[in-house]
């Protein structure tokens, strides 16, 4: 029997190189090793601000990219999390199990409460006692779910049971948080869960063009998915930050320090990898020119999503079947560990 996968992302828009390469194509590549789950979801994108309106669009618009960029819904199980009540009922249960200290600690919590306590960004460990203070007065001010969301995503992958949890560098913090939550529930209840942990992707942090920060959406320095080929190479050929040695073409580079080399060496040959590193080294080749080469690879490797997307748009009942099936096959299998759970807890009265 194949171990199980979950994976999920949030419906917030139109997907990103770093979600593909950070998350999607590894998850891809994972199909045929595991028995997969991936979820979207949509419980998680309530906790900060929102359009209400376009929710079900966004939803439908991530299922159809992950089919688009290869997630084969023969292959996978593909759902929507609010199609099962499980989530919610697993999570307070494991609220009951997680201390608030170690979701104090989740620096996605820290990152979220500074964004959204309408405070500046901070990323360091909360340690002396005036920025402790600091830290909880602006926690005072977001909703709870924001900080009880590792638990949530904790009952996303527990529910299945599952064991592997591939995800951006961003997400161990939760995935570990997840292999506690298990380990106490099973210490103190009797063994149910088992032990999960994160399968990081060949590339868990691509740099945005900006070439200081994680392409993020939030940050503006993404490239999305659907992008058309001709604006990829513009985008990339004018906007993305080289190395600041090159100030002119005749100026030798570092290729190490530079992130066009760093994103060739995910989206091109080695045999072009090498020649971007050689040309920036020796001013053999000018920045405009890696930057095109790089450009054009990530807009051919792009074709096939771009055409099934295109292909699934124009039948948009299938994405909702897929989903359907998706919710039914999971909702089986949450009401079984739910059933599990609930006995472990006393809480069956002989049923
Ligand atoms: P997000 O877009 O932050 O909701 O993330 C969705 C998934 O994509 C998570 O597994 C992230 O870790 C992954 N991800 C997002 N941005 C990047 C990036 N720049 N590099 C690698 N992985 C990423
Ligand atoms: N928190 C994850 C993110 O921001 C999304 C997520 C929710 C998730 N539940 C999950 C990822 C379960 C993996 C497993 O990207």
Not at 298 to 316: D, S
Request: net charge negative; hydrophobic share 40%; aromatic share 8%.
């Amino acid at each position: 029997m194949k171990k199980r996968l979950f994976s999920g992302m949030q419906p917030t828009g139109a997907l990103h190189l770093g979600n593909w390469v950070g998350a999607l194509q590894n998850w891809i590549g994972l199909l045929d090793q595991y028995d997969c789950i991936f979820c979207i979801v949509d419980y998680h994108a309530i906790t900060i601000p929102y359009d209400v309106a376009g929710m079900e669009r966004r939803i439908i618009d991530a299922a159809s990219d992950y089919i688009a960029a290869g997630l084969d819904p023969a292959r996978a199980t593909i759902f929507v999390q609010s199609d099962v009540p499980q989530h919610t009922e697993l999570a307070w249960v494991f609220d009951s199990v997680t201390p608030l200290g170690q979701l104090m600690r989740m620096t996605q919590f820290k990152a979220k409460t500074a964004q959204f306590a309408d405070m500046e960004e901070e990323d360091e460990q909360v340690a002396g006692e005036e920025e402790r203070s600091e830290f909880l007065e602006k926690a005072g001010k977001v909703n709870a779910g924001l900080f009880t969301y590792p638990v949530l995503q904790a009952a996303d992958i527990l529910l299945y049971k599952g064991e592997a949890v591939p995800v951006g560098e961003d997400q161990v913090q939760h995935v570990e948080l997840t292999r506690d939550i298990a380990r106490r529930f099973n210490n103190r209840y009797g063994e149910v869960f088992p032990e999960c942990r994160p399968l990081l992707s060949p590339t868990p942090r691509l740099m945005g063009l900006d070439a200081v920060n994680k392409m993020s959406k939030s940050i503006g320095n993404h490239i999305p998915m659907q992008t058309p080929p001709e604006e990829i190479i513009r985008r990339v050929t004018r906007e993305a930050v080289s190395d600041y040695r090159r100030q002119r073409r005749q100026d030798p580079g570092v290729p190490e320090e530079c992130n066009v080399h760093a994103w060739h060496k995910v989206f091109s040959t080695p045999a072009e990898v090498e020649w971007s590193a050689q040309g920036c080294r020796s001013a053999g080749i000018g920045c405009f020119e890696c930057k095109k080469k790089v450009a054009e690879n990530i807009a051919g490797q792009l074709a096939p999503y771009r055409e099934k997307r295109a292909e699934i748009a124009a039948r948009p009942d299938y994405v909702r079947d897929v989903l359907a099936e998706g919710a039914k096959r999971c909702r089986e299998i949450a009401a079984a560990t739910m059933e599990e759970v609930r006995t472990k807890l006393g809480l069956t009265r002989g049923r």
